[in-house]
């Protein structure tokens, strides 16, 4: 690695110094120190300050964005240019690492020589600040992509967390139900074999329908009073010889057959009672069964249904909602959040609220972004309160906590972009600056807080008429 001076021709290269003669440009080559580097090399890290601007000379790096170790590639500059002056000159961290891809030169100018230089000519203080804007711009939009999918993965991660027990429940379901019909299916073919007659196959048909009858209309018996009745059937099941008596045990008791009831089936049945009973257990089973799947498929229905419901989906942006229908769809979306927890959701909505017509998908990002910050404020324990109200031409929703409150030095800036209390990695810092622009600039609103050790309230104001 060799550190020398540039020329003339490095610096006329890049564009930055277009405006400048060569004469003016003496001075910018009596502070610059040019270095080569290598492959894979960090010349500047994201996060920190830099120690100065680099004027690229020779070769190609890539701007990467960290978050919680990963890298994300975000854009590529090529010699001859510049980078990180505009953090330089507003004495911001940068927002990129900035990694060498391929062997190279470049001149630093220290930040303090720069400053100074860039101030001396306006042209080249002219050029940086032409780029800041749609630096910035480019930068807030792409951590507002990052917010985005951070809450599409909040609600893809609640509803898989859901879907799971309603799914494993229908999977397991459905399995046993395919036991059941081979069951039944087998005990029909040793009927035949048996040689039953047709009156008492009718007979033991009107016993199973009995036994059905009385599994659908009999009340859940205490857990005592149910091994009872199971310890009973058992005993009279193994009397009659019936082989893996303890697998007709539970559904046959359940449905409240008694002894006198086994007995008849077992005159009926004769030689084939072991069939007819497995029979009638198969099928009181698959009742249950059945019962199981249409509750199982109905939560994950209802699932679907909130999250078509919080996403707005198969409807146009402007829709006609009602608040508290957003607010109860966002809280079944963060449900994984709350369940294992000790934290209690608490509402007084004012259910007279009229409808609003608003950009319902974003407003539930808005809820989303604040329920979200209140579950991380409590950790494990205490009280999310949610107030609806109206209050002259607006309606208010308050979304208010219990815990600890925001810090007195963080209260004029939560609203800012980038800006976050939580720890690295957890938090962008947009969600916040997000949910005002939402309320505020798309829905002619306002989002404020008040915040106090033991009580934080967001206060989301929103127009009944839209403009």
Request: charged share 25%; aromatic share 4%; net charge negative.
């Amino acid at each position: 690695m060799s550190t020398t001076a540039p020329t003339l021709a490095d610096l006329r290269a890049i564009d930055l110094f277009d405006d400048l003669d060569d004469a003016a440009l003496e001075p910018w080559l009596a502070v610059a120190h040019v270095r080569d580097f290598e492959p894979g090399e960090t010349l500047a890290e994201q996060a920190e300050a830099p120690s100065g601007v680099i004027l690229l000379l020779a070769g190609t790096v890539r701007a990467l964005m960290i978050e919680n170790g990963r890298e994300e590639p975000v854009g590529r500059q090529q010699a001859p240019t510049w980078m990180g002056a505009i953090a330089v000159l507003t004495g911001a961290p940068l927002g990129v690492r900035m990694q060498a891809e391929t062997a190279g030169r470049m001149a630093l100018v220290e930040s303090e020589d720069f400053n100074r230089l860039a101030l001396a000519h306006p042209g080249v203080h002219r050029r940086v600040m032409q780029q800041v804007a749609p630096v910035v711009s480019r930068l807030t939009a792409m951590e507002q992509d990052r917010e985005r999918l951070a809450s599409l993965g909040t609600m893809a991660a609640g509803l898989a967390h859901e879907l799971n027990n309603p799914a494993a429940a229908a999977r397991r379901a459905a399995m046993e139900m395919a036991e059941m019909i081979d069951v039944v299916t087998s005990s029909i073919a040793r009927f035949v074999e048996s040689g039953m007659e047709r009156t008492g196959a009718q007979q033991l048909v009107a016993l199973q329908q009995e036994a059905t009858a009385r599994a659908s209309s009999s009340s859940a018996l205490d857990a005592l009073a149910a091994a009872d009745a199971e310890d009973s059937v058992l005993e009279r099941l193994e009397a009659l010889g019936i082989g893996e008596p303890w697998r007709l045990a539970e559904p046959l008791a359940a449905a409240g057959v008694d002894e006198a009831w086994l007995d008849r089936v077992a005159e009926l049945a004769g030689p084939a009672t072991d069939a007819a009973l497995r029979w009638v257990a198969a099928t009181l089973t698959a009742g249950r069964l059945a019962a199981e799947l249409q509750e199982s498929t109905a939560r994950m229905s209802a699932l679907v249904g909130a999250v078509k419901t919080y996403a707005y989906m198969d409807r146009g942006e402007l829709v006609e909602i009602d608040l508290h229908e957003g607010l109860e769809t966002t809280l079944v979306v963060l449900g994984h959040k709350l369940k294992h927890t000790d934290i209690r959701v608490e509402r007084d909505y004012d259910r007279a609220l009229p409808q609003l017509t608003v950009r319902g998908s974003e407003l539930n990002q808005v809820w989303t972004n604040l329920l979200d910050n209140a579950i991380d404020a409590l950790r494990r324990q205490g009280t999310i309160t949610i107030t609806t109200r109206a209050d002259g031409a607006c309606a208010v929703v308050e979304i208010a906590d219990d815990g600890p409150g925001i810090p007195p030095e963080a209260r004029d800036r939560i609203f800012d972009p980038f800006f976050t209390t939580k720890d690295v990695g957890h938090g962008t810092g947009l969600g916040l600056a997000t949910a005002r622009r939402i309320v505020v600039d798309r829905h002619d609103g306002s989002l404020t807080v008040r915040s106090e050790p033991g009580r934080t309230a967001f206060l989301v104001r929103l127009p009944f008429t839209q403009h």
